[in-house]
């Protein structure tokens, strides 16, 4: 009797710790305009995200998971619950556990708005599973976890696979990128070390700490001028060997997907026992930056070649990466470039900045104002967690 009651006191003390953190999160207010401005202008009210596709109003799983992401940062709780219903219900067939999301939805030639291509993005599927994971745990929602682990086991079935020589790696998604049995495309930016560092907790017994340790290898291998390229190719040359190869469909070059490897890299806690040698590996970009101050759009990750001014997204998200490096000129100097960028638009002042630009942004100056970071072991440290307001540039 003694053990029940002891029992029936540890879960109510348990229950009265997750309620009343929940109670916390839910006074907490974080006046980020940056935020507030981007929901405005690209979130619908069923939460549904506007032209993250190249094609106009339509919808990407990407900009589906990465908006879910900021609403967590700003503990915008109604919104997220919308963008997750929205995609939930539209992506996936509104069973995340048996149905990856869909990266594209849109408008057919017949007029039907409808998913337009099914297959998935497992950076954008990684996203989601970290957001709904870390929503339950400040939030205290189990509904968010039973979903994101239902879609975690399918991004372990569906999006990832073992090469000879190499193990375990994340592929960009189920179809399309394995070719003959014998030659693999992966996209270095699809997996943030954070992020796999999280999944490796939350499943001790799945693939992501190996995923994690290819991180410095994918840069390294494909160049040796300290670029990241968009996309790596891997060939297996025998049954038990393989080795990193120039991707048969995008080349050398390293642009818009790579941005995010250095963003990142530079928000990765520094004790994580890979960032060193991660930021160490990416040190073509500083040097490029260095010589103009301005980050420049292409890299040619074989020969160190660069060329073109890049838009003012990429300024943003270089912000922690410089800030890591400890190379606090160049950090300022990107932030202005990319705050000014967005201030001018808020403004009124300048046309509406591309969603790419704005998202890139938002990774960046977030992390630089402290809205969050990221702990060692990949848990998201909001601002709001330990402080009831906050005040963002």
């Keep these: 009797m003694a053990r029940r009651l002891l029992s029936l006191s540890l879960s109510a003390g348990v229950l009265l710790f997750v309620t009343s953190g929940a109670l916390h999160a839910a006074a907490c207010a974080v006046e980020w305009s940056h935020w507030q401005h981007f929901a405005a202008r690209w979130i619908q009210p069923d939460g549904r995200v506007l032209e993250s596709s190249l094609e106009k109003n339509h919808s990407t799983s990407e900009g589906q998971s990465y908006a879910l992401f900021f609403a967590l ?13 929205w995609s939930r219900e539209n992506l996936s067939g509104n069973d995340p556990h048996s149905t990856l999301p ?8 017949d007029g039907k708005w409808q998913v337009q291509d099914a297959n998935s ?12 994971l870390e929503a339950d745990r400040l ?8 979903d994101a682990l239902g879609l975690l086991e399918q991004i372990k079935k569906q999006e990832t696979t073992r090469l000879p020589g190499l193990g375990a790696v994340l592929l960009p998604g189920p179809i399309g990128f394995s070719h003959i049995g014998h030659l693999w495309r992966i996209n270095p930016s699809y997996q943030p070390l954070p992020l796999l560092r999280r999944l490796a907790v939350v499943d001790p017994g799945g693939p992501w700490k190996e995923i994690a340790g290819h ?18 190719g891997y060939r297996a040359v025998s049954e038990k060997a393989g080795l ?22 530079g928000m990765t806690d520094p004790r994580d026992p890979l960032a060193a040698d991660l930021l160490d590996s990416l040190s073509g970009m500083a040097r490029a930056t260095a010589s103009t101050g301005l980050p420049p759009e292409k890299v040619n990750v074989r020969t160190g070649t660069v060329e073109g001014d890049s838009p003012t997204g990429f300024s943003g998200a270089l912000v922690p990466y410089f800030q890591a490096r400890k190379q606090p000129w160049l950090a300022d100097l990107q932030y202005q470039r990319a705050n000014q960028a967005l201030v001018q638009w808020q403004a009124g002042a300048a046309a509406p900045p591309f969603y790419y630009d704005y998202m890139l942004s938002m990774f960046g100056l977030g992390w630089a104002d402290n809205i ?3 702990g060692a072991d990949g848990r ?14």
Aim: hydrophobic share 45%; aromatic share 20%.
């Design 102 to 109: 869909a990266w594209h939805w849109g408008q057919d030639k």
């Design 121 to 132: 993005a497992s950076d954008a599927d990684l996203w989601f599973v970290y957001a709904l």
């Design 215 to 232: 991180t410095v290898a994918l840069v390294r291998e494909s160049g040796m001028h300290g670029f990241a390229a968009d996309w790596v």
């Design 139 to 146: 939030w205290g929602k189990p509904a968010y976890k039973a």
């Design 244 to 265: 990193f190869a120039t991707d048969p469909m995008k080349g050398d070059m390293g642009s818009y997907d790579a941005i995010r490897v250095y963003l990142w890299a």
């Design 73 to 85: 940062v700003a503990n915008d709780q109604e919104r997220f619950d919308k963008i997750w219903r």
């Design 372 to 374: 969050y970071r990221f």
């Design 380 to 393: 998201l440290q909001p601002y709001w967690e330990s402080s009831c307001s906050v005040t963002a540039r």
